[in-house]
């Protein structure tokens, strides 16, 4: 009953925490992650963070078609359209061209974006539900390749490194990694705690 009620735990806290703060999830959308000293980008005056919206008139909708673009653009003055702040910003970029390939480039790295969804009470339980049972088949998964590498190191090459042992965390790094949450995050924080009631739940079952 104990190891259930850890289960049930880490499902209701889960299903708290989506409720609360709601869940983070990937937009294909093309923000700049870096801009390149030197570059096309940064004579243009690209910042990090900007949300490419259109290039040389042709709308971007993704990190793959912000690349496409860009590569086949050609030389010459383009006009590139970027979301900062909440609003757009026309500017103009001059990509240059790559003797190694042919394609163009402006000097940026690009990385997909996050938004943050409410979600309805049933959700929340759904979600809950899901997420902690992707940690449970994680922690499957770990064990599954912990004593399958343990047995073939028995009994078929002792010089075979057991994988997993140096992902296992004592009670005193667990504590020193939730004394880093409760500094820096306290949704964090509340995930290690469903993390860990999931995975003594699970464990405490196994005998």
Do not use: W
């Amino acid at each position: 009953a104990g190891s259930v009620m850890n289960i049930v735990f880490a499902i209701v806290l889960a299903a708290v925490t989506l409720g609360v703060c709601g869940q983070t999830r990937v937009v294909d959308h093309a923000y700049i992650y870096q801009v390149a000293e030197d570059s096309p980008a940064q004579a243009a005056g690209l910042q990090r963070g900007d949300r490419i919206v259109s290039f040389d008139g042709n709308e971007v909708t993704s990190v793959e078609s912000a690349v496409e673009k860009i590569a086949e653009s050609g030389g010459g003055e383009k006009n590139m359209v970027v979301l900062r702040d909440g609003n757009e910003v026309s500017l103009t970029v001059s990509p240059r061209r790559q003797e190694s390939d042919g394609s163009y480039k402006i000097g940026i790295s690009l990385a997909q974006g996050t938004e943050r969804v409410r979600l309805s009470f049933f959700d929340c339980i759904k979600e809950a539900f899901a997420e902690v049972g992707q940690m449970i088949a994680a922690i499957f998964d770990f064990l599954g390749d912990l004593f399958g590498s343990l047995i073939r190191k028995i009994f078929v090459d002792s010089s075979i490194k057991v994988e997993g042992t140096d992902d296992v965390m004592s009670v005193v790094g667990v504590v020193g990694v939730m004394s880093v949450a409760v500094r820096e995050n306290f949704e964090l924080l509340l995930y290690l705690a469903i993390s860990i009631s999931a995975n003594l739940g699970v464990m405490n079952l196994l005998p």
